[in-house]
């Protein structure tokens, strides 16, 4: 029996949530998995993936690892992520989240010609391309309307993966993925930092959450089950872009809702609001339509927003007691 090449992947932002959950999505398919962090010194990583040290407001070294790691796939999952940072750092978010970009993808071209091979590439594109929605559910063919810093740098990301796809022949595709969240999810983000708080309070080493606006609305999933969409896009005869999402519409107050009533609390004297909290420009609701991911891709989630806020606080629970020597 003839033995199948080993596939190799690079993932950009292989540090964060996401670069977690896909490296051991593509180790269970057995790829030989490459990555690139932008803060720690290159090596290996826990689960055996081989690391590089780059940033993608710099393109100078991304020839050099694409040569070594000579990927079949590449993931761009890098990026400066959180919305509200955006605004205290316009220019840092285009430069990394939206030139970063049109970095990976000019290095990628040149690689092909060196290498005499096709690259596949994902572009991580996010539902805050919608922003100010101009219709629900949103899909593929929705238009944008960025409310952030953030979500203008992704938009340009997302117009530079198609814009290379159709100039140079290039694999390239967008995953417009929805809010999607883990135990591995970073601590800034809202529903980490409420399923800390929860547990925090729960083992009493903290006494109060604060929150901005909890009356923003998301379509949230796992993290877990994301991942997957972003590899069936690039298993496809043809490049094309896919709106990954659950369908459910959830409020920040459900999720409080979800996870402090998983301990038994009720948080209305435990959560106050903080002014400073709340962004310029607020995004108030998103809900995707995943019907293209579900025909084409056979995807969808398993995960349901209930068991997600339990899944983060318990694990934030074990976490606690750890901390507080229990
Ligand atoms: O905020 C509200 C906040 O920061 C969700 C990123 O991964 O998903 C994420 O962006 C909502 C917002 O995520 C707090 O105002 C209230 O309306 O968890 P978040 P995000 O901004 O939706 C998309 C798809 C991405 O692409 C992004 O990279 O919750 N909110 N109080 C709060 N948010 C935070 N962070 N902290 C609060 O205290």
Not at 42 to 56: C, F, K, M
Request: some cysteine; charged content about 25%.
């Amino acid at each position: 029996m003839a033995e199948t090449k080993q596939r190799r992947a690079l993932i950009t932002g292989i540090s964060g949530q996401d670069g977690y959950y896909l490296t051991r999505f593509l180790l269970e398919r057995n790829y030989e998995i490459h990555g690139i962090v932008s803060c720690r010194a290159p090596g290996i990583g826990e689960a055996g993936e081989r690391l590089y040290y780059a940033d993608l407001s710099d393109g100078s070294n991304l020839g050099q690892i694409l040569d070594k790691a000579n990927p079949d796939e590449v993931y761009n999952l890098a990026a400066q992520s959180h919305v509200r940072l955006s605004f205290d750092l316009p220019q840092y978010t285009a430069n990394v989240t939206g030139i970063g970009v049109l970095r990976m993808l000019d290095a990628i071209r040149e690689y092909q010609q060196r290498a005499g091979k096709q690259v596949r590439f994902y572009q991580a594109s996010s539902s805050e391309m919608f922003g100010k929605v101009v219709e629900s559910p949103q899909t593929e063919s929705t238009p944008f309307y960025p409310r952030s810093p953030y979500a203008c740098a992704k938009v340009y990301g997302y117009w530079q993966t198609i814009n290379y796809r159709e100039s140079y022949d290039m694999f390239a595709v967008n995953g417009i993925l929805f809010n999607h969240e883990s135990p591995k999810r970073g601590e800034a983000f809202v529903t980490r930092k409420i399923s800390k708080a929860v547990a925090r309070i729960k083992l009493g080493l903290q006494d109060k959450l604060s929150l901005g606006n909890i009356d923003a609305q998301r379509d949230w999933g796992f993290a877990g089950d994301f991942v997957e969409a972003m590899w069936l896009m690039l298993q496809r005869d043809v490049p094309e872009d896919y709106v990954v999402a659950t369908g459910q519409v959830h409020s920040v107050r459900d999720f409080l809702d979800a996870s402090f009533g998983h301990v038994g609390l009720d948080w209305a004297d435990l959560v106050e609001t903080d002014q400073n909290m709340f962004r310029p420009a607020e995004v108030d609701i998103l809900c995707g339509d995943a019907s293209k991911a579900r025909e084409k891709l056979n995807w969808q989630p398993k995960v349901s927003f209930e068991e997600l806020a339990r899944m983060m606080v318990d694990h934030d629970l074990e976490l606690a007691r750890q901390e507080a020597g229990q």
